[in-house]
């Protein structure tokens, strides 16, 4: 998937590479949600795939106690530094299932988040 170097394009890295062991999505707070249509809630996302774009930050203040202690961002530009600067983190930071066996393949760094 073709992003470049936006700021904002860092939305896909930060949604879906696996900065930290165990956790395969993040979700994003920060100023690019009024943006673009509050797609940075990505976890609020995927459990509620029918919440409204417009309503996915009240499912955060609603249920702090499941989205609050999850590894998360705040900046784009610093989820793309690190994909670029980090030799351990790049295009193969994924999980990757076998669609017939549902077996996993992870090739990722654990480290920490702050959010």
Known sequence: R???LHPAAGHFIAE??????????????????FFNFNVGYHNE?????RIPWSRLAEV????????DDL??????????YQYITDPEIGPFSRV????????????LKSQKLNC
Do not use: L, Q
């Open 96 to 107: 990757k299932r076998d669609r017939v066996s549902g077996k996993e393949e992870i090739n």
């Open 16 to 33: 879906h590479y696996e900065f930290v062991f165990g956790y395969e999505t993040y979700s994003y707070y920060g100023p690019w949600n």
């Open 45 to 49: 996302h995927h459990d509620f795939p």
């Open 71 to 80: 590894p998360c961002y705040t900046s784009y530009t610093k989820v793309m």
């Open 2 to 4: 073709a992003s470049g």
């Open 60 to 67: 955060r203040k609603m249920a702090p106690e499941f989205y």
